[in-house]
Nanobody, 118 residues
Framework: QVRLVESGGGLVQAGGSLKLSCTAS????????MGWYRQAPGKQREFVAT???????TYADSAKGRFTISRDAADNTLYLQMNSLKPEDTAVYYC????????????WGQGTQVTVTS
């Protein structure tokens, strides 16, 4: 079992920045690709960014040029640096990771709220 816990969310003004963290505990060595997803009220959860164990990254069009995903093996932590935040970035942000041993198994954190005001 792997547990993921997000932190770093909060309320910021448009144009501001936040850095989200996701710490992994348990058998964190099983995690392969990790990513950030977000869900706004009344909308489906959507992809934001992913990063592989080889540090290859993929971003949603809405995140390109503004967000940076990274992972720190020493701290077992996933990060999302968010710059130039917009009100439309307001959502609950979730981190996830797939299980390298059981590929169909995906772990999710509880989410952290990001609110961007005009």
């Amino acid at each position: 079992q792997v547990r993921l816990v997000e932190s770093g969310g909060g309320l910021v003004q448009a144009g501001g920045s936040l850095k989200l963290s996701c710490t992994a505990s348990g058998n964190s060595g099983r995690l392969g690709v990790m990513g950030w997803y977000r869900q706004a009220p009344g909308k489906q959860r959507e992809f934001v960014a992913t990063i592989t164990t080889h540090s290859s990254t993929t971003y949603a069009d809405s995140a390109k040029g503004r967000f940076t995903i990274s992972r720190d093996a020493a701290d077992n932590t996933l990060y999302l640096q968010m710059n130039s935040l917009k009100p439309e970035d307001t959502a609950v942000y979730y981190c996830n990771g797939n299980d390298l041993v059981t590929a169909w198994r995906v772990y999710w954190g509880q989410g952290t709220q990001v609110t961007v005001t005009s």
